[in-house]
């Protein structure tokens, strides 16, 4: 069975503090990692990443794949109140479309 | 990335109605894609519709409870048909561009 396993389900840090989530996978066919940041309805794209050892950054988040030990990691550095939400680990499957396998969350709350 | 625009937000129905949700994105898309997310769960792909083609649905979802239109390349809806309490989630639909998976802002559907 494919599945997508996130950790830890729920973080507190203190405003400055740099944070890595995390995100393993066993599933067929895969095509791409996915994350994303769900503050409300919506989950905000965030990174896609298809290859190994290639980091990825948008000011202060950055995120990079191991393909070879099926997980990724997602860093946030000088956290700030404004990026508490819950992070979204999706996998893309092969199957003549990308089909997304999505984790649980991971829950931040970054405290003032 | 596309614009993708769904309606309604959110709404609050009877058990035993049927309630439609429609997603518009701002570019012609090949697929289509409709995700559940139940209260404190991670998101769930149910269908998958391809404009001229019936939808394909994934395993636990069927038809005649999500029925879905794709008109054209870049409008499709969902209906949640003869819904109970346990439809209560965050419908959302999502589209692929070549950078990523986006979604469009959710409709947080409550039965009563």
């Known amino acids: 069975e494919d599945k997508v396993v996130q950790s830890p389900l729920s973080l507190v840090v203190h405003e400055g503090d740099t944070v890595t989530l995390n995100c393993s996978y066993e599933?067929?066919?895969?095509?791409?990692l996915l994350w994303y940041k769900q503050e409300k309805k919506a989950p905000t794209f965030l990174f896609m990443l298809t290859s190994s050892g290639i980091e990825k950054k948008s000011g202060r988040l950055s995120s990079i794949l191991d393909k070879k030990e099926l997980f990724s990691i997602l860093n946030i550095t000088a956290t700030q109140t404004g990026d508490s939400a819950v992070y979204l680990c999706?996998?893309?499957?092969?199957?003549?479309?990308?089909?997304?396998?999505f984790g649980t969350g991971t829950r931040l709350l970054v405290s003032p | 990335s596309a614009v993708i625009s769904q309606k309604p937000s959110r709404d609050i129905c009877q058990r035993g109605t049927s309630l439609t949700i429609q997603c518009q994105v701002d570019?012609?898309?090949?697929?289509m894609f409709w995700y559940r997310q139940q209260p404190g769960q991670s998101l769930t792909l149910i269908a998958t519709a391809n404009q001229g083609s019936e939808a394909t649905y994934e395993s636990g979802f069927v038809i005649d409870k999500f029925p879905i239109s794709r008109p054209n390349l870049t409008f499709s809806t969902l209906t949640v048909s003869n819904m109970s309490p346990e439809d209560s989630s965050i419908y959302l639909c999502s589209v692929e561009q070549g950078v990523g998976a986006f979604f469009g802002q959710g409709t947080r559907l409550t039965v009563v």
């Open positions: 599933v067929t066919n895969f095509r791409s």
């Open positions: 999706a996998v893309g499957q092969n199957t003549g479309f990308q089909k997304l396998v």
């Open positions: 570019s012609q898309v090949t697929m």
